[in-house]
């Protein structure tokens, strides 16, 4: 049974620094491209990042790049978002995603629900 579990969200004050976990069980993260997107009350779901299976490529919405940086360890068969100088817009539900073949981060911004696999999520809420 293919399984992703979202973890370490939690409230933040504004600037400070947030690591969510995604472990899976049932699949290798080395051979997908992983993706991480959030959704907030009344808004909709938002992509913002992807780490390809195929190079270990990476890829960032404007809204947090050069603040949330993706990565992978294969020995936990875990994926990573460490989210820096968090913002209360930042608050909101995060999901990670995985799909079956390769090369998943071509379309991970415009097409998610080509996604087969979807964690339960987790809350990270920041305060002004």
């Known amino acids: 049974q293919v399984q992703l579990v979202e973890s370490g969200g939690g409230l933040v004050q504004a600037g400070g620094s947030l690591r969510l976990s995604c472990a899976a069980s049932?699949?290798?993260?080395?051979?997908?491209?992983i993706g991480w997107f959030r959704q907030a009350p009344g808004k909709e779901r938002e992509a913002l990042s992807c780490?390809?299976?195929?190079?270990?490529?990476?890829y960032y919405a404007d809204s947090v790049k050069g603040r949330f940086t993706t990565s992978r360890d294969s020995t936990k068969n875990t994926v990573y978002l460490q989210m820096h100088n968090l913002k209360p817009e930042d608050t909101a539900v995060y999901y990670c995603a995985a799909d079956y073949g390769i090369d998943v981060c071509t379309y991970y911004s415009s097409d998610a629900d080509r996604f087969s696999f979807w964690g339960q999520g987790t809350q990270v809420t920041v305060s002004s």
């Open positions: 049932g699949l290798h993260f080395d051979d997908r491209g």
């Open positions: 780490i390809s299976s195929d190079d270990g490529s990476t």
